[in-house]
RNA sequence: GCAGUCGGACGGUUUGUCGCUGGCACACUUUUAUGGGGGUGCGAGAGGAAAGUCCGGGCAGCGCAGGGCAUCCCACUUCCUAAUAUAGAAGGAGUCCGCAAGGGUUGAGUAAUGCAGAAGAAAACAACCGCAUGAAUAAGUUGCAAACCUCGGUUUGCUUCUUUUUGUGUAAGGGUGAGAAGGUGAGGUAAGAGCUCACCAGCGAUGUGGCGACACUAUCGGCUGUGCAUCUUGGGAGCUGCAAGUUCAUGUAAACUACCGCCAUCAGGGUAGCCCGCCCGACAGUUCGGUAGAGGGUAGAACGCUUAAGCCAUGAGGUGACUCAUUGGAUUGGAUAAAUGACAGACCAUUCUUCGGAAUGACAGAACCCGGCUUAUAGUUCGACUGCUUUC
RNA sequence: GGUGCCUUGGAUGAGUGGCUUAGUCACCGGUCUGCAAAACCGCUUACACCCGUUCGAAUCGGGUAGGCACCU
């Protein structure tokens, strides 16, 4: 399985966002991250291929002012995600819906890359047990 | 060598693996078709400030017969740019700071009107103290004369000075203030005063130089307080901003347009603050009911969207900003819940060092596009210049 | 991306060029009380920062920083 991440993987729908964010969905903290999680409809890429989830990576203005440091942690957020994501993939596999997340980093300081990876392989693995 | 001033350039390099965005080529797939989709290969992918939004322009939509007033903005000069006297640059001018190289800053006009806390007699009208002089009467006083007597004084008249009251003259003085009728000296006068004169500072006129701001010296004019506001003069300004706006698919609202009907009321209504003017006029507007039309907003997709008032070189013109060229050359960021990344290694800088190595990499991320300004910025580097010191 | 506005003691908030600033609440200290509450009295370096205009700036002008609202 390649590692890739595509348009149709992130989540750019107002609808969907609201939905996501209007109340009653899961939610839990791995510091530094806060994942709020969906279930929803397997979408289909041009392709052919079924993607069973999209992501969403919000930082606030409030803890980075500068536009460097939300971009610095929307890549490495990505980026773990992207290298990771087998973990969700291979557990949704065989259900009939996908899943949609939204991380919203809780930190005031610039995290590395590292420490961002195994938090996110933990929030993955606790998203596909719970799925 | 030390201290300093001004201006410019760069602002990490590179290899591998895994990704993202868009471009070109190739084949594939889907669709009636334009087209859409992913795949493989090739080469590309943040800045000097991308920032602040302090200015200006392009571009876009809406509005608009015309004129005046009001409102707001601008204000040393010449010149440059798309930017009209506005944003800025260059050459100058005035003024302030610095020994200097240099740096900061800006004066439209003052005829009229108003205001100026505290302090001060007074903030420019006057009044007051003071000075000078006239008068009055009262008191004191100097001198002279006359009369009287106890021979030393008393009384009366004239007179000198002082005090008091009052009229007139008075831009000296009143030492407070940011500012006190231009300053200093002499003459002059009852006392004083540009009242007169000499020198000095400023203003106005004439003259000379300069395109001009302005400068200069000479002559003439006694013309001379500071600040703010009103005012006056000249010039400029329609409003909103790519979340502008255009197109597609979906669909029709209590909003819009046209027509019809009914009821009541006003004489006017529109022209984006007011007036003139212009237009409409028993129409229009308001309330209710009906019919028809056209279609807003939200969410989605596409366009706008990147080759340009652009950049580099050469030549010519100009002190310069800059301009010109039948000149030559290179142009590949275009995202949209928002790409330009992550990891590993090598090198390069800086710091620390037990000399093995270790740590760190300024400010900061395009959002329609340009030009200027302002602010942030580790480190490296180039050029021009100034002052002081030393040596030759 | 664009547009508009705000910043004054610890909190709130008045002050449109003239004595470093009105009031309210809170804190602290004092008076009062056996102790407290209430009441009364007192108290708090720079009006966000820098520069300019002016004789004089919280106020007027320019810049910087921080914050808020709207286009939603």
Not at 12 to 27: C, E, R, T, W
Not at 32 to 56: C, D, F, H, W
Not at 111 to 116: A, E, G, I, N, Y
Request: glycine letters at 4%; charged letters at 30%.
């Amino acid at each position: 399985m390649r590692n890739t991440f595509c348009k149709s993987e992130r989540l750019n729908s107002k609808l969907i966002i609201d939905k996501l964010f209007a109340g009653g969905n899961s939610s839990f903290t791995v510091f530094p991250l806060r994942v709020v999680y969906m279930k929803t409809e397997k979408t289909v890429s041009g392709n052919g291929q079924t993607i069973p989830a999209s992501i969403l990576i919000s930082v606030p203005k409030k803890r980075f002012h500068h536009a460097v440091d939300r971009n610095r942690v929307k890549r490495l957020v990505r980026e773990s995600y992207r290298l990771n994501k087998s973990i969700l993939w291979e557990a949704l596999e065989d259900k009939d819906y996908g899943v949609t997340l939204a991380f919203v980093c809780m930190t005031d300081t610039l995290p590395d890359f590292k420490h961002l990876e195994k938090c996110v392989v933990k929030i993955l693995r606790r998203v596909a047990e719970k799925c």
